[in-house]
C-alpha cells in the first residue's frame, strides 16, 4: 500500500511501512488464534486450547505497541490525506484484531467444558463455520497488506454466508437439545463457539471497511448485507 | 555474495599485506649507507662493512622469498576474480529455477532476494517489501527474527486451512556475510510445500472412519437375514425368494457406497492440484442433457437445455466436470415430481458476483448460501453452469450441511433407492480441485438451483461479443 507514498523524510515513510507491517503481524497472531481455538474445539485438544488462552497475552501487547507507534507518529509527523487515513485505519483494525484475540481466547476457554462431555454431532457444522470466518479474516488481511480493496469489499458482501450457517446451526442446536436434555450443557457451549466465530466474521467485515475507506476516501455506502437472525425452531 | 566482498578486499586488505620490493630495497639500502658511514669515520674496516653489506643483501632477499610466498595463497585477486563469475551464474540460475522458494531477509525483515518460486508462492510484487506484510506466520516470523540475531537456524510448521488449505514447512537458517556494518547477519528462509502428505494421512483416517460406519449398516442387515435364512426360515421357500432379493439390494448399495467413497478418495488426494485442460461448459450440458435425457424422458420430466450457442471453455478436466454436472443433474430429476421440469443453462464469463448467484431470486426469501468458493479476485471471470429444478426444495436450515458427507436432507433413511449422500461432497471437491465455486439457492416449494463456476480460459482481446443464447429442449 505504500508503495505510491513519496515522502521527503524518508523516515517517515520508513514508519509507516512498520506500522502496517506490524498490523499484519499483529493480524497474523489473531488468524493463529482463530485457527488454533478451532482446532481444539475440533481435535478435543486442552493443552492446545491453553496456549491459546496464553497466546492472548502477546496480541494485548501488540495492541498496545502498536498504539504507541501511532500515537508517536501523529505527535511528531502530523501526517495529511492518506498517510493519516492509513494511521487512524491502523488505529480501528488494532482494536478489531485485539477484539478477535479475546474472542478466539473465548472459544479455547470452551474446549474445556466440551472435551468432558461425548463429541456432539454437529461439531463438523462448527468447524465448517470457522473455516469460513477463518477465510475471511485471511483475505481481508491479505487485502489490508496488499490494498486491494475489490476482495476487502467481497468479505464485506458475504458476511451473509457466515450469519445463514449461524442461523442453520442455532436451529440444530437447539433441535438437539430439545430432543435430549443430556446435551443442553454441551450444545449451549457450542452455540456460544458459534456466536464468536459469527462476531469474529464481523469484525473481518469492519476491517474490510476500513480498508475501503483508507484506499478509497470513501465510507462503503449502504447497509451490511445481513443474512436472517436465528428463530427457535417451532 | 562473494561478489560484493571483492571490492573492499582489493583496495583495503591486499595492499598492506603485500611484500613491497621497494621497501625491503629502501632499508637494506639504509643499513648498507649506515655501515658506510661507520666505516667513512673508521670505526669498522673494509672487510667487515663488505661482509655486513652482503649478510644485508642477502637477508633483505630471503625476507622477501618468504613473504611473497606466504602472502601469496591470499594475494591472488586476478585468479578468483576469473572463476567466480561463472560459479556464480550458475548459482543465480540455480536459483531461478528451483521450484523450491527460497528467500534471504535482510536485518529488519526486509526481503532482500527472493527466486521466482518464492515469488509465486507468496505472491511478492516488487522487492524490497516487509516479510512479515506478506506472510504473516507469527512463528515463522519469530524464527527469522531469531536468525538475524545470529541465533541457530530451526524448522517450523504452519498451515492456513481456509480459503485454500496449505501446509507448509519452513526451515529458517542464518547466514553470515562478510560486511563492513553492525548487521553482518541474513536469514535464509526456505519454504516445502507439505500439503499433499498432510492431506495423505487426513485422508486415509476419515476414508477408515467413514466406511467402518457406514458400511455397518448394510452388513448389520445382511448378517441379520443370514441367521434368519439358517434358523427360522430355513424350509421357507417364499421368506428365503424375499430375503435373498433385500440381500441382493443391500450388497448393491454397498458396492455403490465403496465406489463413491473411492471416488471421493482420488477426488480429495488430487484437490490441490490444479488441473490441466480445457472443457467448454455448453458442449458438456449438451452430451449430459443427451446422456440422461431417457432417464427424464421415462418420467415424463421436461429436461430443457439454455446453454449459450458460443462456448464457454473453462480450465479443468474433462471427465471431472462431467462427472459433477451428471451428479447435479441426476439430482435434480430425483427430487422432481413426475412431469416435472429441470432446466441446464451455461453462461460464459461472469464476474464473481454474477457467477455465485443469478440476479433474480428464484422466490421471495429464498436461501441462498455458497458451498465452496475460490479466494476472491476482482480480475477472473468464470464460465457458469447451473442446474433448477422445481421439486419440494430444500429448507435454508439444511443449506450448510448440503456438502457434509452422508447427509441427507430431513433425515431421509438410507433406503436402498437412495443416493449413497456422498454426490455433493464428490461434486463440492472436484470443484474445489478446479478452484471454481458451487453454490446453492432453494426456496421450500419453489425448487432449488445448484450453480458450479470455474475459472474461464482468457480468449484473444478480439473477441467481446455476448454470446448468443438459444433455447433448446432436448428429450
Not at chain 1, 101 to 113: F, H, P
Not at chain 2, 262 to 275: A, G, I, T, Y
Request: with cysteine.
Amino acid at each position: 500500500m505504500n508503495d505510491l507514498m513519496k515522502h521527503t523524510v524518508k523516515a517517515f515513510s520508513d514508519e509507516l511501512e512498520k506500522l502496517s507491517a506490524d498490523v499484519s503481524v499483529m493480524g497474523g497472531l489473531a488468524e493463529n488464534a482463530v485457527a488454533s481455538a478451532m482446532q481444539a474445539v475440533i481435535n478435543r485438544d486442552a493443552e492446545l486450547a491453553e496456549q491459546v488462552i496464553e497466546a492472548d497475552a502477546e496480541i494485548d501487547k501488540m495492541q498496545r505497541e502498536i498504539e504507541k507507534q501511532i500515537i508517536r507518529l501523529l505527535a511528531l509527523r502530523q501526517p495529511m490525506a492518506s498517510d493519516l487515513r492509513s494511521v487512524i485505519a491502523a488505529l480501528k483494525i488494532v482494536a478489531d484484531l485485539e477484539r478477535t484475540g479475546d474472542l478466539a481466547k473465548s472459544i479455547a476457554r470452551r474446549t474445556r467444558v466440551l472435551i468432558k462431555s461425548d463429541p456432539l454431532p454437529l461439531t463438523p457444522a462448527v468447524e465448517r463455520m470457522g473455516l469460513l470466518v477463518q477465510g475471511h479474516l485471511h483475505q481481508v488481511l491479505d487485502a489490508y497488506a496488499t490494498g486491494e480493496t475489490a476482495s476487502a469489499v467481497g468479505v464485506w458482501e458475504r458476511d451473509e454466508d457466515v450469519d445463514e450457517h449461524y442461523n442453520a446451526l442455532f436451529r440444530d442446536v437447539i433441535a438437539q437439545m430439545m430432543e435430549d436434555p443430556s446435551v443442553v450443557g454441551p450444545g449451549a457451549h457450542l452455540l456460544f463457539v458459534a456466536k464468536n466465530l459469527e462476531r469474529i466474521g464481523d469484525h473481518a467485515t469492519n476491517i474490510a471497511e476500513v480498508i475501503h475507506y483508507v484506499v478509497t476516501g470513501n465510507e462503503l455506502k449502504g447497509e451490511r448485507p445481513r443474512g436472517p437472525r436465528p428463530e427457535l425452531p417451532e | 555474495m562473494r561478489a560484493r566482498r571483492d571490492p573492499s578486499d582489493n583496495w583495503s586488505k591486499t595492499p598492506a599485506d603485500r611484500p613491497r620490493r621497494r621497501d625491503i630495497a629502501i632499508s637494506s639500502g639504509l643499513g648498507v649507507l649506515v655501515l658506510a658511514v661507520l666505516l667513512a669515520a673508521g670505526t669498522i674496516d673494509l672487510a667487515v662493512f663488505v661482509g655486513t653489506s652482503l649478510a644485508l643483501a642477502s637477508l633483505s632477499l630471503v625476507y622477501y622469498l618468504t613473504a611473497l610466498t606466504t602472502i601469496e595463497p591470499e594475494a591472488r585477486p586476478v585468479e578468483r576474480v576469473t572463476v567466480q563469475p561463472a560459479d556464480t551464474a550458475v548459482a543465480e540460475l540455480m536459483l531461478e529455477r528451483i521450484t523450491v522458494p527460497i528467500l534471504l531477509i535482510g536485518p529488519g525483515g526486509r526481503i532482500e532476494r527472493a527466486n521466482p518460486a518464492a515469488r509465486a508462492f507468496l505472491g511478492l510484487g516488487g522487492e524490497g517489501g516487509l516479510l512479515s506484510a506478506t506472510l504473516r506466520q507469527p512463528r515463522v516470523l519469530e524464527a527469522v527474527s531469531a536468525a538475524l540475531r545470529g541465533e541457530k537456524g530451526r524448522a517450523v510448521e504452519y498451515s492456513t486451512l481456509a480459503p485454500i488449505e496449505s501446509h507448509v514447512r519452513a526451515f529458517v537458517e542464518p547466514i553470515r556475510l562478510e560486511l563492513p556494518g553492525p548487521m553482518p547477519w541474513r536469514a535464509m528462509l526456505v519454504l516445502a510445500d507439505d500439503t499433499s502428505s498432510k492431506r495423505a494421512e487426513r485422508m486415509r483416517a476419515d476414508f477408515l472412519a467413514n466406511a467402518s460406519h457406514e458400511l455397518r449398516t448394510p452388513l448389520a442387515s445382511l448378517s441379520g437375514f443370514i441367521e434368519t435364512l439358517r434358523g427360522p426360515a430355513r424350509d421357507d421357500e417364499e421368506a428365503r425368494e424375499r430375503f435373498l432379493s433385500i440381500m441382493q439390494v443391500q450388497t448393491e448399495r454397498m458396492r455403490r457406497l465403496i465406489d463413491d467413497l473411492l471416488s471421493l478418495s482420488r477426488v480429495e488426494m488430487n484437490e490441490h492440484l490444479p488441473p490441466s485442460g480445457a472443457v467448454d461448459l455448453c458442449e458438456l450440458a449438451r452430451d449430459v442433457a443427451g446422456a440422461l435425457g431417457p432417464v427424464a424422458a421415462s418420467r415424463s420430466i421436461g429436461l430443457s437445455l439454455d446453454a449459450c450457442e458460443g462456448e464457454a471453455i473453462v480450465h479443468g478436466d474433462r471427465d471431472q466436470l462431467y462427472e459433477v454436472v451428471e451428479n447435479l443433474v441426476e439430482n435434480a430429476l430425483k427430487y422432481s415430481d413426475d412431469g416435472g421440469s429441470v432446466a441446464i443453462s451455461v453462461r460464459a464469463d461472469l464476474t464473481r458476483d454474477a457467477a455465485e448467484h443469478s440476479d433474480e431470486r428464484i422466490a421471495e426469501g429464498s436461501g441462498r448460501l455458497t458451498l465452496s468458493a475460490p479466494p476472491l479476485s476482482s480480475e477472473a471471470r468464470y464460465g457458469v453452469l447451473r442446474v433448477r429444478d422445481c421439486g419440494q426444495g430444500i429448507d435454508r436450515r439444511y443449506l450448510p450441511r448440503l456438502s457434509e458427507r452422508f447427509f441427507r436432507v430431513g433425515g431421509q433413511k438410507s433406503s436402498p433407492t437412495s443416493g449413497t449422500g456422498l454426490g455433493l461432497a464428490i461434486v463440492k471437491h472436484i470443484v474445489a480441485r478446479h478452484r471454481g465455486g458451487f453454490t446453492v439457492e432453494s426456496a421450500p416449494g419453489e425448487g432449488s438451483v445448484f450453480s458450479i463456476f470455474f475459472p474461464a480460459v482468457r480468449k484473444s482481446a478480439t473477441d467481446g461479443n455476448e454470446p448468443v443464447q438459444r433455447g433448446a429442449t432436448v428429450s
